[in-house]
C-alpha cells in the first residue's frame, strides 16, 4: 500500500524496508514522497530532475532531499540532476516495493470496502490476499476479486497465504483483539484505522491512521484563520 497523501491513504512500509544502517526513519518516512514526485516526472517523460525542483515537488527544503538521498549513495551530477528512472529504481528497493507484499484487511464495513477497492496498491506492489470481517452478513462478498471470510479464519489465512501485513479497518471495540491475533500470528506490519490505541510487542511495526483526527486538526487551523485579521492577499470573513 504505497499511496500518497493525496490519494487519502497513508504509506505502510513493510517489514524491515529500511535495510541500509544508519537510514534515519525521518528520512525513511520522506522517501515515498520522493517517490511519488519521481514518477510524476517519469510519466511526463522527464529523464533527469534538480534537487531545487524534486525538493519543491515534494515541500522540503533542497539541503535536506540532497542528503536524505546520500544516504541511499545517490549524489546527482552538478549542472544535470538526478537521472529519474535510476533514483525510482533505488527508492524502491529501499521501501521494499521490488517484491509482493500479501496484505489481509480486517473490517469491511464502509472503509474496508474503499481499501479494498482501490486500485492502486497492487501497481505499487502490495497484494490483497484476503478480506475478513465478523459479520455474517459481510461473509461471501466479492470485492475486487477477493472473497469476505469469517474473522474465524484469520489465523489460517495469515499462515497459508503468507500475509506479511495486516490492515485493522475494525470498529475501536474489537481492534486490540484482532491486533493481537495478527501478531500472534505472524504478521509484524500492521496499519490500524480503528479510532483507538493499539499497542503491539517489540518488534512489531504499527502505524496509526485517524482521519477525525486529522480533520481536526485541519478544523482548528481553519478556526485559527477565521479568528485572524485578515491579511494582504486574504478575503477577510464577514459575519
Known sequence: MVAGQGDGVSIVRPPR???RAGLPDATVARLPEYLRALLAHAERG???VSSDSLAAA??????????DLSYLGSYGIRGVGYDVAYLV???SKELGLTQDWSVAIVGIGS???ALANYGGFSSRGFRIV??????PAQVGET?????VEPLDVLETVVRTRRVSIGVIATPAIAAQDVCDRLVAAGVMSILNFAPVLLTVPPGVDLRKVD???ELQILACHAQRRLESPATPGRQEVLA
Open 211 to 213: 482521519l477525525s483526527l
Open 17 to 19: 524496508a529500511s535495510r
Open 143 to 147: 470485492l475486487a476479486g477477493v472473497t
Open 130 to 135: 484476503a478480506l475478513i470481517d465478523a459479520d
Open 111 to 113: 472503509l474496508g470496502h
Open 58 to 67: 515534494t515541500g522540503v527544503n533542497s539541503a535536506k532531499l540532497r542528503k
Open 46 to 48: 522527464v529523464e533527469t
Open 89 to 91: 529504481q533505488q527508492i
